[in-house]
């Protein structure tokens, strides 16, 4: 029997039997057995006997192990690995590995074939220096004609212990609420068909033992790096592994390959912990904090102007409005939807992206002059991919429409679709954000993306597909233009949050509610997948313009303060008392900032960022509580034989100490007793 192959790192390990003639089996993924001789891995992976009363005939598998594709030929009944077909023929594969199995310390990559289908299957599987595994697929067809892919999935075992599994779900303005269920037999399968993320798209699928928590548990987490349709699942098939999986969720003919043509599948994200999901999310946090892309300069406290003046654009009053936010300490102010023509509500002007000459007659250049002269970076807002019918862009280009000639979709906000993988929408899209950027020295693009892409075609064809890898080439093309610009992902807020997105953006909008109770919730959930820094977080106004519920300043900041923080409120608006009080924290998230954003997120009584040397914990009540009364609160992550020192800096009063890790993880902290909505920061560091 052939050496089975392990990966390992930071704990975690994949075996793979490659001794078959199909690609390789999965037979654990879990936690590192350590080291293994040849005999003791053949040993692990040799079947057990037994007499199945009903299976398919031929050698038994290995307990517990999956193919990397599996499908019917393999006695499959799940979900098949791929699917496709050539005219309506050849609907199931037999793969047949061709050549050896390549294997480096990180990575193995496996060839199989169908040949009397035309179709070669590329698996590549990668275990990063965290413990998190990529997972992908490319599917070539290798025939005469042409062939359709159906489907294409990543997907790996999920043992019997795996018991419960744990998502989200959510709408616009609440995004990110988890929902939590035994995992039976059956399919639990996440989809989205509405062309991007989607608001109620869960950001992780996640397996589990019994009453796993933050803290204790063994955990198995998917993610699928995608921005259009995507498919999460946790499936259990009777006389069958349990599965984790997931892909790219293809429209009828979507991708119709010519002969030597090419389909590869979104990278499948699988991570796995034995101690909770605060582990596991800091494994995803190490990978994603490990992309080249990613930001490394501090991120700059942001006053978008949306929530101020909305489309009302006057140059004196958004020029008194930058000097109010460089007075608190604000270093980017983003000027947002309505300074193009027409845009003075949402029905009309969009995709005409040239400065409108009626409102702004010298162009944008004064207000921002205004900005840079007072020291601030200046961002503006776009939304490339949206088009108003009623503008000069879709009277001359009706054809550019991602729709069936003919067959417009309903519209939504009052908009429809570019097709963007046309290319000359996309070099005219181009055209006009690189020439903006080069004349108005623009540090920061809010890309939004206000609609879901419905009856979306491409010259008649399913389009979902096509248009995400446009609009990702678009992104990369003017990233390379221009090195320094950062782009945040926006989509009728958390719309659009993946790591398909994120490899070509800088943050993203987690949500556009700012009403501070529902976002401590909804930043607590997308922190699973993302650290704090990519996150934008902003004090909002009182009453909330989402969801009309008031809440103090204090807690609004407290809120706010743990993500990539900023102000998105008309702060012309304030007191004195209340421009005081957000210069204070402003000040303040420019001195935690370090720690907030190279730290790892820790969840308990309270929840907390751990760096090396120091630490920053939010304890907030959120409810009214049956038990108004003082408490202890325990800080989790500390490093036990350390000493620290702990003082409150934000909030309501409270005392701190001087004690050790364990005493702060074990014993605790007391703090008062607090009302509903209100918050308490403490600032831990390391004593020498």
Not at 607 to 624: H, M, P, S, T
Request: aromatic residues 6%; glycine residues 10%; contains cysteine.
């Amino acid at each position: 029997m052939t050496e089975p192959v392990v990966l390992a790192a930071a704990g975690a390990a994949v075996i793979l039997d490659v001794s078959g003639p199909g690609l390789p089996r999965v037979v654990h993924w879990g936690a590192d057995p350590g080291p293994l001789d040849a005999a003791d891995l053949i040993a692990l992976v040799t079947a057990a006997g037994g007499d199945l009363a009903s299976a398919v005939d031929g050698p038994i598998q290995p307990v517990g192990s999956v193919p990397l594709l599996p499908t019917q030929w393999d006695g499959w009944a799940g979900r098949p690995g791929v699917t496709g077909d050539r005219a309506g023929r050849w609907p199931h594969l037999r793969l047949a590995r061709t050549g050896a199995v390549r294997v480096t310390d990180r990575e193995v990559v496996a060839e199989a074939v169908d040949e009397t289908a035309g179709v070669r299957l590329r698996a590549e599987i990668r275990l990063d220096p965290h413990g998190v595994l990529q997972v992908r697929h490319t599917l070539t067809n290798t025939g005469a004609g042409e062939y359709a892919v159906a489907a294409l999935r990543t997907l790996l075992p999920l043992p019997d212990r795996a018991t419960e599994v744990l998502d989200f779900a959510g709408r616009w303005g609440l995004e990110r609420q988890p929902q939590r269920r035994p995992l039976g037999h059956g399919t639990h399968a996440r989809e989205s068909r509405r062309g991007r993320t989607g608001h109620d798209a869960t950001p992780l699928l996640i397996a589990g033992t019994d009453g796993f928590g933050f803290d204790a548990g063994e955990v198995w987490a998917v993610h699928i790096g995608w921005s259009g349709g995507h498919e999460e699942y946790a499936e259990r098939v009777a006389g069958a592994t349990a599965v984790l999986g997931g892909g790219e969720l293809l429209d009828p003919g979507e991708v119709r390959l010519a002969p030597s043509e090419s389909y590869t599948t979104p990278v499948g994200y699988f991570a796995w912990s034995d101690r909770g999901l605060d582990d596991l999310s800091a494994r995803l946090h190490r990978m994603v904090r490990d992309r080249p892309s990613h930001p490394r300069s501090p991120r700059p406290l942001t006053l978008n102007v949306w929530e101020a003046v909305y489309f009302d654009h006057d140059l004196d009053r958004l020029t008194a409005l930058a000097d109010l936010a460089a007075r608190v300490g604000v270093e980017r102010f983003v000027l947002d939807d309505g300074w193009f023509p027409g845009r003075r509500d949402d029905t009309a002007g969009l995709g005409d992206w040239v400065v409108d000459p009626a409102v702004w007659p010298r162009g944008l250049h004064p207000l921002v002059d205004h900005v840079h002269a007072r020291g601030m970076r200046f961002g503006l807002w776009f939304e490339p991919e949206m088009v108003n019918p009623d503008s000069d862009l879709a009277r001359a280009h009706p054809e550019w429409m991602l729709a069936s000639p003919g067959r417009l979709p309903r519209p939504w906000r009052h908009q429809q679709v570019l097709d963007v993988g046309r290319p000359e929408v996309a070099d005219h899209l181009f055209a006009r954000i690189d020439a903006l950027v080069t004349e108005y020295r623009l540090d920061y693009l809010k890309w939004d993306h206000n609609r879901d892409l419905l009856e979306a075609a491409h010259d008649g064809a399913a389009g979902v597909h096509r248009q995400t890898a446009a609009v990702y080439r678009l992104l990369d093309r003017l990233r390379e233009a221009h090195p320094g610009l950062e782009i945040e992902s926006c989509a009728s807020g958390g719309g659009r949050i993946d790591l398909g997105i994120l490899a070509r953006t800088d943050r993203v909008w987690t949500s556009d509610s700012n009403d501070a109770l529902d976002r401590q919730q909804i930043q607590r959930w997308t922190g699973l997948l993302l650290p704090p820094e990519l996150m934008g977080s902003h004090v909002g106004p009182s009453p909330a313009h989402t969801t009309g519920r008031s809440a103090g300043l204090a807690f609004r900041c407290a809120t706010a303060l743990v993500g990539h923080a900023g102000i998105e409120w008309d702060i012309s608006t304030c007191t004195d008392g209340e421009l005081d009080l957000l210069t204070e924290w402003a000040a303040l998230y420019k001195r935690l900032r370090g720690t907030l954003h190279n730290g790892r997120p820790v969840h308990g009584d309270v929840y907390g960022v751990v760096g090396e040397e120091a630490a920053v914990f939010v304890y907030a009540q959120l409810d009214n509580p049956a038990d108004l009364q003082p408490r202890r609160i325990r800080l989790p992550g500390l490093v036990a034989d350390r000493r620290y020192e702990v003082s409150r800096c934000w909030g309501a009063e409270a005392a701190g100490v001087t004690t050790t890790g364990r005493a702060l993880r074990t014993v605790g902290l007391q703090v008062p007793a607090l009302r509903p909505e209100n918050a308490v920061v403490f600032e831990v560091r390391a004593i020498p």
